[in-house]
């Protein structure tokens, strides 16, 4: 009797495409509830694993740091960085690249454009370059990003004398945008 049963369940699933509940003991047809878990899953394990992080040291330089559609690639400053280069480049599938820093505060006593007596920040996107430095306290924000459709290379450059200038550590990142 128990063969017959099992039979039986397997012959619905099978036939009906229909689940076994183990709590009800019934078959339910939702296909779509499984595939939508599955999806999830899926999309889930994507998403913790398309985030890359990098400690800047002493001389860092990451070029070029290729990013796909969907990844995020972050790197933080400490107190101990000198320089910290990232050229970010797009890969297959990636229309739009977006660059924002959590924390941002670059100490300097100079006022952009200029940005040369003090701790540097230089942006190079599509062409254009942008120099942060000074009072420019909360930029490349997620309320101001900056923005590159092909290439972007990022400068972190403090001064030479690292006690004369109390920039904060930085933690950016740069999403892709499918």
């Known amino acids: 009797a128990v ?3 099992q039979s039986k369940q397997w012959y619905q699933r099978r036939v009906h495409g ?3 509940s183990a709590v009800f003991g019934e078959t339910m047809k939702c296909p779509v509830i499984l595939l939508a878990s599955i999806s999830l899953c899926i999309s889930i394990q994507r998403a913790v694993a398309a985030v ?6 002493d001389w860092t330089a990451l070029q070029p740091v290729k990013i796909g559609s969907g990844e995020t690639k972050c790197f933080t400053t400490t107190k101990n960085t000198q320089r910290c280069i990232m050229r970010y480049k797009k890969s297959s599938g990636c229309k739009e690249m977006k660059f924002t820093c959590s924390r941002f505060f670059v100490d ?4 952009p454009p200029i940005c040369k007596d003090g701790d540097t920040f ?5 062409g254009r370059v942008k120099r942060f430095c000074g009072k420019q306290r909360n930029q490349l924000t997620d309320f101001l990003p900056a923005y590159s459709r092909n290439i972007m290379k990022v400068w972190y450059i403090p001064n030479e004398d690292h006690k004369d200038f109390n920039s904060a550590p930085l933690n950016c990142c ?4 499918a």
Do not use: I
């Open 122 to 126: 230089t942006v190079k996107s599509d």
């Open 18 to 20: 229909g689940l076994t």
């Open 52 to 57: 890359e992080e990098h400690t800047c040291g």
């Open 174 to 177: 740069m999403t892709c945008s």
């Open 3 to 5: 063969v017959s049963t």
């Open 108 to 111: 300097n006593k100079d006022y």
